[in-house]
T-cell receptor
Framework: GENVEQHPSTLSVQEGDSAVIKCTYSDSASNYFPWYKQELGKGPQLIIDIRSNVGEKKDQRIAVTLNKTAKHFSLHITETQPEDSAVYFCAAMGNTPLVFGKGTRLSVIA | KAGVTQTPRYLIKTRGQQVTLSCSPISGHRSVSWYQQTPGQGLQFLFEYFSETQRNKGNFPGRFSGRQFSNSRSEMNVSTLELGDSALYLC?????????????FGPGTRLLVL
């Protein structure tokens, strides 16, 4: 079945700097890759997703890139703000339900 | 549009008891998926229901079961609770037309088994 690895597990950045979180997946049939943000006491909230017919997608300060050949995808957050502090999860879906990475705890230091 | 709602938000049970959790999807959504979230294992898929039928099942023991009603609301049940069942249980809904649609999560039910 699908296996998703996510790195790093924790990430601290200064406010205004960029943050990058990377994920790899194992199932070449996967073709949908969402990213979720989870704040304390809340459920995961979708922040951006990408499908395999697209290599990059951007939404304001957030971007996701996908390399299907290498089976990895990344989340980029630019101009980080304190409210970006949260746990971020990547996930992959192909012929199976969503499989999540273990999460990255992002801390943005003011 | 109201989001996914889950009740109760917090629950404390003792080993051997059973528990039922409820999830109301976004209006118009017909698919509900359940996940278990723990610090050690992360987010793990339990099962998915679409139009009152279980469409997919994760790798969990038979003590975990679910159902979906005609109004798309879903319940999950855990029987003979074990300490390791302590977790945040999340449900997510989609319109259900195809697998690869955005899943919208509820706030979760935090279950503590003593």
């Amino acid at each position: 079945g699908e296996n998703v690895e996510q790195h790093p597990s924790t990430l601290s950045v200064q406010e205004g700097d960029s943050a990058v979180i990377k994920c790899t997946y194992s199932d070449s049939a996967s073709n949908y890759f969402p990213w979720y943000k989870q704040e304390l006491g809340k459920g995961p909230q979708l922040i951006i997703d990408i499908r395999s017919n697209v290599g990059e997608k951007k939404d304001q300060r957030i971007a996701v890139t996908l390399n299907k050949t290498a089976k990895h995808f990344s989340l980029h957050i630019t101009e980080t703000q304190p409210e970006d502090s949260a746990v971020y999860f990547c996930a992959a879906m192909g012929n199976t339900p969503l499989v999540f990475g273990k999460g990255t705890r992002l801390s943005v230091i003011a | 549009k109201a989001g996914v709602t889950q009740t109760p938000r917090y629950l404390i049970k003792t080993r051997g008891q059973q528990v039922t959790l409820s999830c109301s999807p976004i209006s118009g959504h017909r698919s509900v998926s359940w996940y278990q979230q723990t610090p050690g294992q992360g987010l793990q898929f339990l099962f998915e229901y679409f139009s009152e039928t279980q469409r997919n099942k994760g790798n969990f023991p038979g003590r975990f079961s679910g159902r979906q009603f005609s109004n798309s609301r879903s319940e999950m049940n855990v029987s003979t609770l074990e300490l390791g069942d302590s977790a945040l249980y999340l449900c997510a809904s989609t319109s259900g037309g195809a697998y690869k649609e955005t899943q919208y999560f509820g706030p979760g039910t935090r279950l503590l088994v003593l």
